[in-house]
């Protein structure tokens, strides 16, 4: 287990891991910057010694899988997995045996060796208290230029449950308004919003701890996907085989609230305060998400500082998010592997793997491979999967055969591309959505897409049904892009990979004219035998396929954009995909829509000229660049008459 993040540090250096940056640098956007450049070309983790602050600022700490195996103490993140599944097997077979019970004695002491232990006294968190705590005293970055403020974007946050005192722990951002003031940004469905109505229906104020720092696991723990009565620390104690010892806060004291919150005595900073239900919500936001685009300003509570507390040596740890890929998708590749085991042994015995591609941002998009057994053996997994946890959130799930490899890209769509026959193997649905998916026609409530493409025994199997190989389909792109002024590129270079798919930027200027478009453009020579068409705005290249399949799974709400239809002459039925922006005047789309996220060209000056005075290394251009003219005016949030 390591001490503090000064230990993690050095282990990362050791390893070759780590780039210390000792000039000043701004954590008002150009840290961002320059880290951004960095995590796009896989580089390393970035300390900035001197940040105008008494703090240094530690980011892409975890943005690899070496770092992210380095943090939690494994040689591969499958490592974790096979324990749970060891134990779980060793717990729940039968004990037949006085002898069998006894044997399983130490394995019940491994167990309670993990639960977190409250010591006395003051932990190492708590070696310097700010007698007025002031939290401008803190590196907090501003990340991006719409970005409504200054945020803390690795907050450990601790709640407890009035009825019960059982512990959670979140991961929410923290817009700083002042030096003792914070917006609380947790979501509808999240623990700790459950937390603040118990509170509120009681009329109490609502005790809460944040930690920063401290051992990279509880960063990790913070943001797994638990049940509600599970601690986070107990998966933090399973994770590195020892218990988190746990001090009681400053001024979070059962006289003040009731019953004392506990935080990790080697945390780095420890920010202790309260939310109070009485009061007014605060306008918060906008903030560049991890999606890629902004999410939009929305009310939140206020959170109040009591109390600030930190190492004498502490470290400031932070990361930003936006266009994938950014140093959360290895956090979200590691619970990826880490909670397969569970899904198999409590819920889907018969999964073999689970991918989720970094262009879907997590929940938007997920592979599965299972062990197939009976006709509609998928849509068992697309009912099991979306009942589950946050897999509720999830908008496009994919479920294949064993036989594929789900990891490699090229393999999955080629076998979409052959097994899914599009009017017979995809299923639209509706359900929770993420708060931040921005393509719901309602908030947090939208469309789902289950497409099966696992291999098709003879009960579902559609005779009428036909597949045209790919690269023997041929199109004319200049024909039709002369016909169809409005397309402004036809990329059909994904029929030579042996995948029945098109990709097309389109400038709409009518409404309902993705629909109208995809209804002739299906039945064009050659195009009328593929099976999928992706539309996009004119502004996306088309030949850029990753930036289009991100683009779309972030653009869609599936029960609105995506248009099916049977089987057509040649035998083919087609999924034509709108992954266009949505609006009032053309799409009749009632809320705002968010900008994508990019630097302004201040910073990106600022920062090429500054590159090798700061030891850089070799020059990295911006990564905002490849994005700039896929900016609409407006800020966060784009014009309506923009496009």
């Known amino acids: 287990m390591y001490k503090h993040l000064q230990q993690f540090i050095e282990v990362l250096e050791e390893h070759g891991e780590l780039l210390r940056v000792k000039e000043f640098v701004d954590p008002r956007l150009e840290i961002t910057e320059i880290a951004d450049r960095f995590i796009k070309q896989n580089g390393p983790a970035l300390l900035f010694e001197n940040t105008g602050t008494d703090f240094p600022l530690l980011i892409n700490a975890l943005g690899s899988e070496k770092r992210m195996c380095l943090a939690l103490g494994v040689a591969h993140l499958d490592d974790i997995a096979k324990e749970i599944e060891t134990l779980f097997h060793s717990l729940s077979e039968p004990k037949r045996t006085l002898a069998d019970k006894v044997r399983m004695l130490p394995q019940l002491g491994k167990i309670a060796s993990w639960m977190p232990k409250t010591i006395g006294g003051k932990g190492a968190c708590q070696q310097v208290i700010m007698q007025d705590p002031d939290l401008t ?76 720092g401290g051992d990279p696991v509880y960063t990790y723990a913070a943001t797994a996907p638990l049940p509600p009565n599970v601690d986070e620390y107990m998966l933090a104690g399973f994770i590195r085989k020892k218990k988190v010892e746990l001090v009681k806060c400053i001024t979070l004291t059962e006289e003040r609230f009731g019953f004392d919150i506990h935080v990790p005595a080697d945390a780095d900073i420890v920010i202790e305060g309260y939310v109070d239900p009485a009061d007014d919500l605060i306008w918060e936001g906008p903030f560049g998400d991890h999606t890629g685009y902004y999410s939009l300003a929305d009310w939140y509570p206020k959170f109040h500082v009591t109390c600030i507390t930190h190492r004498k040596d502490a470290v400031y740890p932070s990361t930003i998010v936006g ?62 999967m979306w009942g589950a946890g946050q897999m509720m959130f999830n908008k496009i799930l994919v479920v294949h055969s064993e036989e594929t490899d789900i990891h490699d890209y090229a393999t999955v769509a080629r076998t979409i591309s052959e097994q899914v026959d599009p009017w017979q193997d995809i299923i639209l649905s509706q359900g929770p959505a993420d708060v931040l998916d921005h393509s719901c026609s309602k908030f947090a409530f939208g469309g789902k897409m289950f497409l099966d493409a696992t291999i098709k025994l003879e009960e579902e199997v559609n005779e009428t049904a036909k597949y045209h190989t790919p690269s023997e389909v041929k199109i004319d792109v200049s024909s039709i892009q002369n016909a169809y002024t409005e397309v402004h590129g036809l990329y059909t270079g994904l029929l030579n990979k042996g995948i029945s798919a098109v990709l097309v930027s389109v400038k709409k200027d009518k ?55 049977e089987h057509n002459a040649q035998g083919v039925s087609q999924a034509g995909i709108d992954g266009t922006r949505k609006t009032r005047a053309l799409d009749q789309f009632q809320r705002p829509w968010p900008n994508i996220i990019v630097m302004n060209d201040e910073i990106i000056d600022r920062v090429d000229e500054r590159w090798q005075m700061l030891g850089l290394g070799n020059f990295i251009s911006s990564p905002s660049l490849r994005y700039r003219g896929q900016l609409l005016p407006g800020g966060a949030v784009v014009e309506e008459a923009a496009y």
């Open 511 to 565: 409404p309902g004219h993705v629909k109208q478009l995809h209804a002739s453009l299906r039945q064009e020579a050659g195009l009328d035998r593929i099976r999928f068409f992706i539309y996009v705005d004119h502004l996306v290249p088309a030949d850029d396929v990753a930036t289009v399949i991100w683009h779309f799974a972030n653009n869609i709400d599936p029960k609105r954009d995506v248009m099916l239809s």
């Open 137 to 212: 005293r803190l590196p907090v970055m501003t990340c991006w230029p719409s970005d409504g403020g200054p945020f803390i974007t690795l907050p450990v946050i601790h709640t407890m449950d009035p009825e019960n005192g059982i512990r959670n722990v979140g991961m929410y951002r923290m817009q700083v308004f002042g030096k003792d003031l914070t917006g609380m940004h947790w979501h509808k469905h999240k623990v700790s919003a459950a937390h603040f109505r118990k509170y509120q229906a009681m009329g109490k104020k609502m005790p809460v701890a944040v930690i920063l």
């Open 323 to 384: 266009i994938p890929p950014q140093e959360d998708a290895w956090i979200g590749k590691a619970t990826e592997r880490i909670f397969l085991a569970p899904i198999k042994m409590t819920m889907l015995p018969e999964m073999v793997d689970m991918d989720m591609p970094i262009e879907g941002v997590f929940h938007n998009l997920t592979l599965a491979s299972v062990k197939k057994e009976f006709p509609g053996h998928g849509q068992k997994i697309m009912n099991a």
